[in-house]
């Protein structure tokens, strides 16, 4: 059998939750984790593509500046003329177009010949600007002493348009026979070589910068678009005689949110992972709801089993128990586990039963019967008693509509028996008593009725000892002849005294319970010496009118009998009071169709006893038939009551209506039986 185990519900469902926020707690850290390490390495990413992006920056610059020098050191290879030299050096600007301004100076620093980029409109004249000739200045000593190209600090040259440009000066000495003869001075436009750096290299979301090394901005390559989140490198740029610092800076566009694919992902893998958890959460809390539904309709059902008095028993489709409720066990005295394991036969079946509760059993599997049965059977207890129970057994449906065995209520019958026994001893009783009071009743009458025999006797005898006396010695024929007649007539009555004690005595002695076939005359005759008694005395004429054809009904005729004598005498007794020619008492019997049965009409024998006495008024009408009402201070009232459960008892009925025009009716039916 299946055991609930008791569980406490609350306690568990609190460390369930426990668990839960854990887990919620541990997947948010894991995922922000997550997402926070992406977001570095993105970073991280980001920051090593700018610093290698700096570093091929500082190359390029290095790589311009020499190429720069070098087209510088082939301009002056060929010793040109001045007018040789500004041409070349114009074709020289066209191409290098952060080149502004290239100046051919003696020794002395005086401008021999000048050339201006064609890409600008007017830089100014060197010789006007201080600062830049004293940059220069340094910067070709510089030179000088170092024997190759130095560069100066750099200088703000302000432009016409209101504007101005970060300039740096190159200085290169000219030699001549190891001799200085000469300064090749470039000026570079510093925002010019970043923008030609810029765009060969740079995003548009990138910019470059040249700052002095205290971190003032000289120039910058300007950036298209500038994002939230910037990445920077920076790296010293050491020309000699103007130390510098080239920055890049790099913008990211995208949200600092999800940077990149991988953080999206993480993101949105997070995102989903906590959807489910949610879900997962939603879910555990239904299945909890539901369990614990489950666990209430299961505690309930196993109360509601456990309190059953009603023995409640399933078995497989193969006849063998699957499951007793303790009702069960109890009645029959077994465990469940034994019931469940000794099948064939099983332990509560007696003995003597076994092999027709099998042959049933067996044919209740072959036909699968489906239909809700009842019926009576004997069972055995552990202790070998065995007693009645009524099984009502029904097919045992599953949820896919399939029989998967038989559901069966088993009642205990015997107590049941047992009042049934007692209350019919006590009915048995009743009437016995009953009976006894007719009798006593009985008895007067009796007495009154034996007078007259008695006293003929007793008249015949005393007239025959007269006879005997004086007769004998006058006319011994006509004595004998008289004796005779006299002795005759003593017998007669005797015999007559003799049959109404016999028909008390029938009346009182006859206790056999069983039924029998009696016909109406029958039971007529049975009753009428009786009847005759009371009436003679009460001055009552009685009519009969019982047809000798009627058919014979099977019934308990001791009970029937009394019935018929209580009502007549209960007639007789109403018309008490009345003139004595109303005094008519009459017993009649007929067939009867019974109408209560439908269609199938059944064949009653219906008694009437009809009284011309006063009725039964209304309020008698309501306790008739209670035990014990009686309107009569020698009556018991036990009559009526008693003829009712006797005629209930044969299946039949005891009603009663008004006679016309005076008087009551009492109407008592039988089913005719069998025969
Ligand atoms: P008892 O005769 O001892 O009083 P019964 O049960 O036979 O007990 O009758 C109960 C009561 O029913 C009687 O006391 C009487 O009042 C009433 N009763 C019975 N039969 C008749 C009848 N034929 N006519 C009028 N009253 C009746």
């Known amino acids: 059998m299946r055991r609930l185990q008791k569980i406490d519900w609350r306690a568990p469902s609190v460390q369930r939750w426990v668990l839960v926020v854990v887990l919620v707690v541990l997947v948010v850290t894991l995922l922000g984790t997550l997402i926070y390490l992406a977001g570095r390495l993105e970073s991280d990413q980001m920051q090593r593509r700018v610093d290698a992006q700096i570093e091929a920056a500082d190359q390029d610059l290095r790589k311009h500046l020499t190429g720069d020098l070098r087209s510088l050191q082939a301009l002056m290879a060929r010793h040109p003329s001045v007018a040789q030299w500004q041409h070349e050096a114009d074709v020289l ?41 004293k940059d220069m200045t340094q910067a070709c000593a510089l030179a000088r002493q170092s024997g190759g190209a130095a560069y100066s600090a750099s200088y703000f040259v302000p ?69 939230v989140r910037l990445f920077s490198a ?27 694919f991988l953080t999206a992902l993480v993101t949105v893998l997070a995102l989903a992972l906590v959807v489910v958890l949610v879900m997962l959460v939603r879910d555990t809390r239904r299945r909890l709801s539901a369990e614990l539904e489950l666990a209430e309709a299961l505690a309930f059902r196993k109360a509601m ?94 949820a896919a509509g399939v029989q998967t065995g038989w559901m069966s209520a088993v009642l205990d019958l015997s107590e049941k028996r047992r009042i049934e026994e007692l209350s019919r001893a006590t009915q048995e009783r009743l009437q016995a008593t009953a009976r006894l009071a007719t009798v006593g009743e009985m008895a007067s009458l009796l007495s009154h009725e034996l007078n007259q025999p008695l ?120 018309m008490e009071d009345m003139p004595a020619a109303d005094r008519i008492l009459e017993i009649r019997a007929r067939l009867v169709l019974d109408s209560d049965h439908g269609p199938q009409r059944t064949a009653q024998l219906e008694w009437r006893i009809l009284d011309r006495g006063l009725g039964i008024p209304p309020e008698v009408a309501e306790h008739l038939f209670t035990p014990f009402f009686t309107t009569k201070n020698e009556g018991m009232g036990l009559g009526l009551s008693l003829c009712r459960t006797v005629a209930e008892q044969h299946g039949g009925a005891l009603e009663f209506e008004p006679n016309r025009p005076q008087g009551a009716v009492f109407v008592f039916t039988l089913p005719l039986g069998p025969n």
């Open 93 to 133: 600007l066209a191409q290098q177009r952060e080149i502004l301004r290239l100046e051919w100076r003696d020794e002395t620093l005086r401008r021999k010949a000048q050339m201006d980029t064609p890409f600008r409109r007017s830089l100014g004249d060197d010789e006007d600007q201080i600062e830049a000739l």
């Open 159 to 227: 432009q016409e348009d209101g504007l101005g440009t970060e300039m740096m000066a190159m200085c290169w000495p000219l030699k001549e026979h190891g001799h200085v003869s000469g300064y090749l001075v470039a000026r570079y436009g510093l925002a010019d070589i970043l923008s030609d750096l810029a765009a060969r290299q740079l995003a548009r979301s990138e910019e470059l910068t040249l700052t002095e090394l205290d971190g003032t901005r000289l120039a910058a390559s300007s950036a298209a678009h500038r994002g």
């Open 234 to 260: 920076q790296k010293r740029l050491d020309l000699p005689g103007n130390p510098m610092v080239l920055r890049l800076n790099s913008w990211q566009g995208t949200p600092d949110l999800v940077p990149n």
């Open 305 to 398: 089993e456990d309190s059953l008095v009603t023995g409640l028993r399933a078995r497989s489709l193969q006849g063998h128990i699957t499951y007793v409720n303790p009702a069960f066990c109890e009645m029959v005295g077994f465990s469940a586990e034994e019931l469940r394991t000794q099948l064939d036969p099983p332990p509560y079946w007696p003995d003597e039963w076994v092999a027709e509760y099998r042959q049933v059993q067996q044919q209740r599997v072959a036909t699968q019967g489906s239909a809700r049965e009842g019926f009576e059977a004997l069972f055995k207890r552990k202790s070998g008693e065995v007693f009645p129970v009524l099984v009502v057994e029904a097919p045992l449906i599953n």
């Open 455 to 574: 006293a003929a006797i007793s008249s015949y005898a005393n007239g025959s000892l007269n006879l005997l006396e004086n007769g004998l010695t006058v006319d011994a024929a006509g004595v004998v002849s008289d004796l005779q007649m006299a002795l005759g007539r003593i017998a007669e009555q005797s015999e007559r005294a003799g049959r109404v004690i016999k028909s008390v005595n029938d009346f009182v002695r006859r206790r056999k319970q069983l039924r029998e076939s009696v016909s109406p005359v029958e039971l007529l005759s049975a009753i009428l010496p009786l009847v005759n008694l009371q009436a003679r005395k009460s001055s009552v004429r009685v009519v009969t009118e019982v047809s000798p054809q009627l058919p014979q009904v099977q019934c308990d005729r001791t009970m029937v009998e009394q019935v018929l004598l209580n009502l007549t005498r209960n007639a007789m007794q109403a």
